[in-house]
Each structure stands twice: as structure tokens, then as C-alpha cells.
């Protein structure tokens, strides 16, 4: 897996350096980029850390290239950098999942604090990934049977209702159950549930 990088995309030369320069006296692995294009010619799924965007540049603009790498799946959080003028596109970028943006002229220290917030919050949701990938792959092993009891597990059902509802027995109910837990490595139903609801997008109980 890649390690986490700070993607500085604008057109002026001058700021990538600049930018460049700043992130390194902080220890922030960065890599630059002088078109829109050519990052998203570049960008692969695995990247981990964040893209720092101007807003305005020669052919494709900042925004575009937020669109597009959002149309593509790719959830790196993206810092904007822009001109007074453009603040209510950053705003309206926000609302479409930007992380945050930065007003030109900026103060060093606060880019680079957005810019790790930004890190911070991409590794979060990596680790969040990682754990989801980990669950329904535990999934994967449960068997057809083991799913259905597994569900009613899941729904508060107690073993005699299980086994009523599928017209086994108890005995064969809690071998089931025993089975789903040792396969979901858990202990209890409801560390069952807090695993599911992850991969279902729902909260954790």
C-alpha cells in the first residue's frame, strides 16, 4: 500500500515549490502536480492521504477535477486553495464532500494544520475500510443455514424461536450459533450486531 502523501495540484510552479518546501519542513510527504489532468492521469485507488487543489487553473479547474475524482470513487479528502473571489465555490465544494478550503493569502501554519487534519481524517476512514473488508470476509464463511440464524440473531430471537421458525432443533440452533460466533470471532450477539451494522452502513449498537 502506497504511504500517506499530500498531492499538490495548481498551474504556478512557483507555489508548488513553495508548497512543497513548507510540507517537508513539517515532515508531510507530498508530491506535485501541474495540471488537473495530469494527476488524475496518475491517481490510483490505493493512494492514501489527500489532494491540496487550487481552484483556478489553465484547462481543467480545481472544481473538475474534484468532480471527477468523486465520479471515479476515489474518497481522498481535498483541500482548496483559492482567491477571494472563488469562496463561494469552495463553500459549494464543501457541500459536495470537500475538506475544508484555504483563503489565498494564507497563513503557513494553518494550511499545513488542514493539510494534516486532512491525513488524519483519510487514515481514519482507511482503517475503517480495512475492518469493513475484514467483516465480509467473515461473512463470506458463514454458511447459507448459518446466515439465516445468524439473522434471527441478529432480529433479538431467542433459540427455542429459531428453531421453531426453521423447524430444526435447539440442539442444532445453538451448534449453528456457536459456529456463526467462532466464524464472526465474537462473543456475543451483541458484538454480532456492532460487526454487521459496519458493513450495513447502519450505527453500531
Same mark, same amino acid.
Given at each position: 500500500m502506497? =504511504? =500517506?502523501?499530500a498531492h499538490i495540484i495548481d498551474d504556478d510552479e512557483a507555489i508548488r515549490d513553495a508548497l512543497q518546501w513548507l510540507f517537508k519542513t #513539517?515532515?508531510?510527504a507530498c508530491a506535485t502536480w501541474p495540471s488537473a489532468e495530469s494527476f488524475l492521469d496518475a491517481v490510483q485507488p490505493d493512494w492514501r492521504g489527500c489532494a491540496v487543489l487550487d481552484i483556478r487553473m489553465e484547462g481543467m479547474s480545481g472544481l473538475e477535477c474534484f468532480d471527477a475524482l468523486r465520479a471515479r470513487g476515489n474518497q481522498l479528502p481535498v483541500v482548496f486553495i483559492t482567491g477571494? @473571489?472563488?469562496v463561494p465555490m469552495a463553500v459549494a465544494a464543501l457541500k459536495k464532500g470537500a475538506f475544508d478550503f484555504i483563503e489565498k493569502p494564507f497563513n503557513d501554519s494553518d494550511l499545513v494544520d488542514?493539510?494534516? #487534519? *486532512?491525513?488524519e481524517t483519510d487514515a481514519v476512514r482507511q482503517r475503517a475500510d480495512a475492518t469493513r473488508e475484514t467483516v465480509e470476509a467473515r461473512l463470506a464463511l458463514l454458511t447459507a443455514r448459518e446466515q439465516e440464524v445468524m439473522e434471527l440473531i441478529l432480529a433479538g430471537k431467542f433459540n427455542k424461536v429459531i *428453531?421453531?421458525?426453521l423447524n430444526i432443533s435447539m440442539r442444532t440452533v445453538e451448534a449453528h450459533r456457536s459456529k456463526v460466533f467462532e466464524k464472526m470471532e465474537v462473543r456475543s *450477539?451483541?458484538?454480532l450486531a456492532q460487526l454487521v451494522n459496519l458493513? #450495513? @452502513?447502519r450505527p453500531a449498537a
Amino acid at each position: 500500500m502506497n =504511504p =500517506p502523501c499530500a498531492h499538490i495540484i495548481d498551474d504556478d510552479e512557483a507555489i508548488r515549490d513553495a508548497l512543497q518546501w513548507l510540507f517537508k519542513t #513539517r515532515d508531510v510527504a507530498c508530491a506535485t502536480w501541474p495540471s488537473a489532468e495530469s494527476f488524475l492521469d496518475a491517481v490510483q485507488p490505493d493512494w492514501r492521504g489527500c489532494a491540496v487543489l487550487d481552484i483556478r487553473m489553465e484547462g481543467m479547474s480545481g472544481l473538475e477535477c474534484f468532480d471527477a475524482l468523486r465520479a471515479r470513487g476515489n474518497q481522498l479528502p481535498v483541500v482548496f486553495i483559492t482567491g477571494h @473571489g472563488d469562496v463561494p465555490m469552495a463553500v459549494a465544494a464543501l457541500k459536495k464532500g470537500a475538506f475544508d478550503f484555504i483563503e489565498k493569502p494564507f497563513n503557513d501554519s494553518d494550511l499545513v494544520d488542514v493539510v494534516m #487534519r *486532512a491525513l488524519e481524517t483519510d487514515a481514519v476512514r482507511q482503517r475503517a475500510d480495512a475492518t469493513r473488508e475484514t467483516v465480509e470476509a467473515r461473512l463470506a464463511l458463514l454458511t447459507a443455514r448459518e446466515q439465516e440464524v445468524m439473522e434471527l440473531i441478529l432480529a433479538g430471537k431467542f433459540n427455542k424461536v429459531i *428453531a421453531d421458525e426453521l423447524n430444526i432443533s435447539m440442539r442444532t440452533v445453538e451448534a449453528h450459533r456457536s459456529k456463526v460466533f467462532e466464524k464472526m470471532e465474537v462473543r456475543s *450477539a451483541v458484538e454480532l450486531a456492532q460487526l454487521v451494522n459496519l458493513v #450495513r @452502513g447502519r450505527p453500531a449498537a
